[in-house]
């Protein structure tokens, strides 16, 4: 195995074609493909899963990506040391589910930028699920993702993702200042059974967000969005209700309640902070960090 042959390998990972990663490294895609099948001649084994849709990678594929990363990191370092080369900034690339935002990156970034000034931290946001599979293909570092009891794996893909839990959060539902539950702490479960729901919409990977789960009955739903911000400002506008875990509760816009469910078992979300196994970098474990600090009170 050659560094170029690691370098096509992870690049190929984490943009899902032949066709991208030739784009991305300078080569031709003939070159990419003669690299991938050499690479998979001299393990014996099968790395490339070619579909319609593109190429992922095969589990021995991902095995082998966790110790690339490895390698190509110490050969860069090498590198430097031996050029002389001044420290340069370590990117970590990180993804978090969208009700993670407002409530950590912030303050996750300021406590990094105090203790940890060398590192710069890209983001973008995804459902568990898409995260998920971001990190084994290598196109993140790190995750911000959610968990419902009993708190099973991101995924089910072996070997396991490293998940480290951030808190535990409940599930509230936010409704309108005004209107019919104004000035309350507290609903009960039935009396959301013929209230209006804004939703986020649900697909295969994710059941339909912001309808209280253990709703008895059918859910009217009469909005549709996936932006919190949207959500809020609709429920603010006396437009409907919607759920949000509680740590969200502080940065609600004016016009919105939160309130706790009566009647019902509470909804438990648990926050987690996953990587890829195995040993993590310096700037993904002080990434780490600075979320789970940013998380306590």
Same mark, same amino acid.
């Given at each position: ?9 992870? &690049? ?6 032949? +066709? ?8 031709? =895609?003939?070159?990419?493909?003669? =690299?991938?099948? $050499?690479?998979?001649?001299?393990? #014996? ?6 579909? +319609?849709?593109?190429? &992922? ?41 969208? !009700? ?14 105090? *203790?940890?000034?060398?590192? &710069? ?5 995804? +459902?568990?699920?898409?995260? $998920? ?13 959610? !968990? ?30 005004? #209107? ?14 013929? $209230?209006?729901?804004?939703? *986020?919409? !649900?697909? #295969?990977?994710? %059941? ?7 709703? @008895?009955? &059918? ?10 911000? +949207? ?21 609600? @816009? %004016? ?7 009566? #009647? ?12 890829? %196994? ?6 993904? *474990?002080?990434? *780490? ?9």
């Amino acid at each position: 195995m050659s560094s170029t042959s690691l370098r096509v390998l992870c &690049r190929i990972a984490e943009s899902g074609s032949f +066709t991208a990663a030739a784009a991305a490294l300078g080569y031709t =895609q003939s070159a990419v493909s003669r =690299q991938a099948a $050499a690479l998979e001649r001299s393990l #014996g084994a099968t790395l490339f899963e070619r579909r +319609t849709d593109g190429v &992922r990678l095969t589990r021995t594929g991902l095995t082998l990506l966790r110790h690339a990363r490895a390698i190509l990191a110490s050969v860069d370092a090498a590198e430097r040391e031996l050029l002389g080369a001044a420290p340069r900034t370590e990117v970590v690339r990180l993804g978090l589910v969208p !009700s993670a935002g407002p409530v950590l990156l912030p303050g996750a970034l300021t406590r990094l930028a105090g *203790t940890a000034p060398g590192i &710069r931290v890209t983001t973008r946001e995804g +459902t568990t699920p898409g995260l $998920a599979r971001a990190l084994r293909t290598g196109s993140l570092d790190l995750a911000v993702l959610t !968990s419902r009891p009993p708190h099973r794996p991101p995924d089910g893909e072996a070997p396991r993702l490293h998940v480290t839990t951030v808190q535990d959060t409940e599930l509230l539902v936010a409704a309108p200042a005004t #209107g019919t539950f104004a000035g309350r702490a507290s609903v009960h479960v039935d009396e959301l059974v013929d $209230a209006p729901w804004i939703a *986020t919409p !649900s697909s #295969g990977a994710e %059941p339909l967000l912001g309808v209280w789960p253990g709703l @008895p009955g &059918r859910a009217r739903v009469v909005h549709s969005a996936r932006d919190w911000l +949207t959500k809020l400002h609709l429920v603010a506008g006396g437009f409907g209700v919607t759920t949000i875990p509680d740590g969200l509760a502080p940065v609600v @816009p %004016p016009g919105v309640i939160s309130l706790r469910v009566e #009647g019902a078992p509470p909804e438990i979300r648990r926050v987690l902070v996953a990587r890829l %196994p195995g040993a993590a970098t310096p700037a993904v *474990t002080a990434v *780490t960090a600075a979320i789970t600090s940013a998380a306590r009170p």
